[in-house]
Each structure stands twice: as structure tokens, then as C-alpha cells.
């Protein structure tokens, strides 16, 4: 299933997850905006693929959210510890603002032993500019 993010990126399915949350490490806003179909399709063994716009060849959501996502659901779903090292600091914060917060904790705990795989991918499409609000 093909995902754009924000209106930067429309596509048939949208997700707005804030590259500024990522940059203010606001990972309790960035968890909540994770979609609860992704859990779904998983669960079905389906892809997600994401689409992402940005003035750099690969966006924040790219290189940062989706790694560490996919590094706390592999962690929370199957103890497989997380591989993107350089990310640590960032998984660390997700992880504690699960383990903090048990109404989000329960959102991602529901699927465990009902996902058998974590099939997520980002694709950046770089953009001279983004859009301002009055663009879009």
C-alpha cells in the first residue's frame, strides 16, 4: 500500500507525520501518527511504502522516523535489538515514551504475535522548495 506524507506528497492515502516532530524529538505525536491500517496491512503480510517530500535527497522521515520505527516494532514484536546504531539515542526516546505513556503502549502491544513481519520503506522525492501553506 503506497502512503504520501502531508499535502506535499498527496496520494490516494496520506499520513501526517512532521519532520519538525522529528527534529524536536517529539516521538509521543510521532507514534500517535503512525496509522492503524499500517498495523493492519502488516498483519495481512502486506508492504507499506511511504512517499516523502523534501528540499534533500533523503528527508528526516526518512533517515530518522522510519528507521527507528521500524527498529521499536521489531524490538517490541519479536526482541530482535535495533540495527540502525547511529539512531539509538532517538529509539531510546521512542521506547521510553512508550513505556511511559499505556494507552500508546497498548495501540502497538495489540499486534504483537499478529504481525509476522515489518514491511515499511520510505522513499524521499526531493523538491527545489517546499510548499507553503497558501501553495497547497
Known sequence: MIYGNLTQCPMER???LRSTDVEQCNWTRL???VPDE???LWNRGEEVK???CSIKPHGKIERIFIPVLIDVLNYLWFG????????KSSYQ???DVLENNAILYTKY???MGKVKEVKLSCETIQ???EKTWEEI
Do not use: E, G, H
Open 80 to 87: 530482535i535489538p535495533p540495527v540502525n546504531k547511529k539512531l
Open 31 to 33: 507514534l500517535w501518527s
Open 109 to 111: 502491544l495489540f499486534w
Open 38 to 40: 499500517w498495523f493492519w
Open 127 to 129: 523538491v527545489k522548495r
Open 14 to 16: 496520506n499520513v501526517y
Open 50 to 52: 511511504l512517499f516523502d
Open 93 to 95: 526516546q521512542a521506547i
